[in-house]
């Protein structure tokens, strides 16, 4: 089991340093998050009559008046217990709740896209490399690809301009309809799904070419290779030959790939929740970032590092089981 | 037919961009049944687009050009080089099977040995699990490897057992032939040895056929009955193995055998020019290298004669009568 301590280790080792790299960063600036607090105050039309008190009470309240290491060691101690603060704009929300009720419309948003683009992309991917693929299916196959191209904002502008306006077959923004009771309905589910096509549409569009590319490259180096020409002289089903010698294998380093493009989803893929007015952790850091609120980008920030890690540990974990090559029991890192 | 495989001017092409290259030309031999014939040649002559396009296994820029390959497999003889895919698919492994030259990554490294050896035999027929298992054991067993074997993946074998493993699989269906290419010139010389003596005993008790690609002159002497040599895509000599190799009539033929290294022989003459295999046109190939080339080897193709005692050779010399 020495495999997964190792692992285990390293995903304990990366959420630290992204959590120290977080704090430290603003802390570097010489700017002082109150006098931005203040400004804001200031620039909202408020009358601030006595902005020194303001001042003392602000950094007695977020412990600013410690020392560095006794703010960093609090710091720490608190996101073990989850604890990213309070929200400046918002106050008394704490950012924890506001990035947890995002949380569950980008992971769906995004896990849905995301599966969806692997599969699609590395269908396709396969196909294009297959060296028994008909000539005219590699040419259709190749047609959508020209969307990795565009900036997945214009293809969301793209799409809602389309099947929202023109068409009117489904809504531009919002993750359900307001008239419908969010719970554990149908008509609520279907409202769901009915708001996600349009993004998950989108963000397949433009990241399934990524896909298709590699994969088909993986599929051009596995035809060469000896064990795949030999099931061919073994006289197996050419689709036997397809899957379980050449796929299988060129598969290996996608799969590595899905773990890091996995953790991504704590991104939210800001842009795509912008464009479709998505209540997702993307919405939430573009109007941390707009309003200048540094807890809630400072939390959001640190859930992405612990997304990333721990996509990246559970692929990890998993890679042994389709990899005989590496084994749980193997000590090389 | 009395022969399993009999092919008849062979010509294979490479497509590029800038030229056509004709690879093999007029290449015939034929294979009796139990018999073990040799096929040696440098790099480049040709060898191994030979068997490729005899398996059908040539890559994308290679077409076969012109000639037959007929092999009298289980459903009587057919050309190899024109039949369609669903019978090719059926006489492959059936009836011809290949120990691969790259031995080192020939199995699939994400399935288990066993299964690999399993389904060359379930693609053909409908063997129950116990059949299989035990002739695979049984094959396991004829090259040396433990049973245990079947469960390990590719990586955990060493390079020796990944090449018994091939030999082993190639044999599952009892094909009537089997194409061994250079499956032993990875091999430490007791492990060649002990390749070598599964091939002869799968002969012996199989009556399978064999063509031996390979350089080691001196394993082939010991182990094919008969030898063909290859220069620059064409055949220059064939023969019995013994008289081929003690009375060369071709000076390709003599070069080759010069060159086998020997212990307490000094290192031959040094080659000079003519080494890289470029395509020559008309007249004789290997005249830039001949060292008894004369005016008519770059004219005229050479006459094909024979050796008394069976076998061919194509030179405009016949210089040992």
């Known amino acids: ?333 | 037919m009395s022969n399993i495989l009999e092919v008849t001017d062979l010509e294979v092409t490479y497509r590029s961009r800038s030229a056509d290259l004709v690879a093999v030309q007029d290449v015939s031999f034929s294979v009796g049944r139990g018999e073990l014939v040799g096929l040696v040649g440098e790099s480049g002559c040709g060898k191994s687009t030979t068997i490729n396009a005899l398996l059908r296994l040539l890559p994308r820029a290679g077409r076969v050009t012109a000639g037959m390959a007929l092999l009298d497999g289980h459903a009587g003889p057919l050309d190899l080089l024109s039949v369609d895919e669903k019978r090719l698919r059926d006489v492959r492994w059936r009836d011809i099977a290949i120990v691969p030259q790259g031995a080192m990554n020939s199995l699939n490294p994400v399935m288990p040995v066993g299964k690999q050896l399993a389904d060359g035999v379930t693609a053909h027929r409908d063997a129950s699990t116990p059949e299989v298992n035990e002739r695979i054991s049984e094959l396991l067993n004829l090259v040396g490897l433990a049973e245990e074997t079947t469960g390990r993946y590719a990586h955990e074998l060493s390079g020796g057992m990944k090449q018994r493993v091939c030999i082993a699989m190639a044999l599952m269906n009892r094909p009537a032939l089997v194409i061994a290419d250079e499956a032993t010139s990875a091999l430490d010389v007791i492990v060649q040895r002990l390749v070598a003596q599964t091939i002869l005993d799968a002969r012996d008790k199989m009556g399978t056929s064999f063509i031996v690609i390979g350089h080691d002159i001196g394993l082939m002497a010991q182990l094919v009955d008969r030898i063909a040599v290859m220069y620059l895509g064409r055949i220059v000599e064939t023969g019995p193995v013994i008289d081929v190799l003690t009375d060369p009539k071709h000076p390709y033929t003599e070069l080759l055998l010069a060159s086998v290294p020997e212990v307490g022989k000094e290192a031959p003459a040094v080659q000079s020019g003519g080494l890289v295999a470029s395509p020559v046109t008309g007249g004789c190939a290997f005249r830039e290298r001949c060292p008894e080339a004369m005016e008519v080897c770059a004219a005229e193709t050479p006459p094909v004669r024979r050796r008394s005692g069976g076998g061919e050779f194509a030179c405009h010399l016949d210089r040992h009568g």
């Not at chain 1, 896209?113 to 294009?128: C, D, K, R």
């Not at chain 1, 809630?296 to 997304?307: E, M």
């Open chain 1, 1 to 333: 089991m020495r495999y997964v301590r190792a692992r285990l280790v390293r995903f304990l080792f990366t959420v630290w340093l992204g959590a120290t790299v977080i704090f430290f960063v603003p802390r570097l600036s010489r700017s002082d998050p109150t006098d931005a607090i203040i400004g804001q105050l200031l620039s909202s039309g408020a009358g601030v009559e006595n902005a020194d008190a303001i001042i003392e009470a602000y950094k007695q309240r977020f412990g600013l008046d410690d020392s560095i290491w006794v703010q960093y060691g609090r710091y720490l101690a608190n996101l073990f217990r989850f604890d990213n603060g309070y929200s400046v704009v918002e106050f008394p929300t704490t950012v924890d709740s506001l990035v947890l009720s995002a949380l569950p419309w980008t992971l769906g948003l995004m896990g849905a896209a995301i599966v969806i683009s692997f599969l699609v992309g590395n269908l396709t991917g396969t196909l294009l490399g297959w060296e028994r693929t008909p000539r005219w299916v590699g040419r259709v196959l190749t047609v959508p690809l020209v969307f990795t191209a565009l900036p997945a904002f214009m293809v969301g502008l793209l799409l809602i301009n389309v099947f929202s306006y023109n068409f009117g077959w489904l809504p531009p923004t919002g993750a359900y309809d307001p008239s419908v009771d969010p719970g554990w309905s149908v008509a609520f589910a279907l409202s769901v799904i009915e708001h996600a096509v349009l993004p998950v549409t989108a963000v397949v569009m433009v990241t399934m070419g990524g896909w298709a590319l590699g994969m088909r490259g993986m599929m051009i180096t596995t035809a060469g290779e000896e064990y795949v020409r030999l099931a061919e002289a073994k006289g197996l089903r050419s689709s036997r030959v397809l899957f379980n010698y050449q796929v299988r294998n060129a598969i290996l380093p996608q799969i590595t790939r899905l773990g890091i493009t996995l953790g991504l989803i704590a991104s939210g893929f800001v842009v795509i929740e912008r464009v479709f007015n998505y209540p997702g952790i993307g919405m939430r850091l573009f109007r941390a970032v707009t309003r200048n609120d540094y807890p809630v980008i400072q939390g959001v920030a640190w859930y992405l590092v612990l997304g990333v890690a721990l996509a990246v540990l559970v692929v990890d974990l998993i890679y042994p089981l389709i990899d005989p090559r590496i084994s749980y029991r193997s000590d090389s890192d």
